[in-house]
């Protein structure tokens, strides 16, 4: 098992920053592929990037030239680095892992964190 805590969130202006990071414990993080996803109050969860265990990285087309994820293996932790934020990219941002490499489904991933709000303002 592993257990995942998001950190980061906070109040950003718009064409601003932020820096997430989700720090893991338990089995080794290069057991596994860890995604971000976010919600919107009474949407559905969407995802948002990944890493799998090789390095590899996949984005959703609306954040694709704007975040980055990267992960640490010494350190454990993972991060999505959020450049020029828009106020669509205002939700809860969710940390998750999984074992399956690159995926993009939610229902793939089994171990979640609880999550860090982000608020873009204008």
């Known amino acids: 098992q592993v257990q995942l805590v998001e950190s980061g969130g906070g109040l950003v202006q718009v064409g601003g920053s932020l820096r997430l990071s989700c720090a893991t414990s338990g089995r080794p993080l290069s057991a596994y592929t860890i995604g971000w996803f976010r919600q919107v109050p009474g949407r559905e969860r969407l995802f948002v990037a990944a890493t799998s265990w090789d390095d590899g990285t996949v984005y959703a087309d609306s954040v694709k030239g704007r975040f980055t994820i990267s992960r640490d293996n010494a350190k454990n932790t993972v991060y999505l680095q959020m450049n020029s934020v828009k106020p669509e990219d205002t939700a809860v941002y969710y940390c998750?892992?999984?074992?399956?490499?690159?995926?993009?489904?939610?229902?793939?991933?089994?171990?979640w964190g609880q999550g860090t709000q982000v608020t873009v303002s204008s």
């Open positions: 998750a892992a999984t074992g399956s490499i690159y995926t993009t489904r939610m229902t793939d991933y089994s171990y």
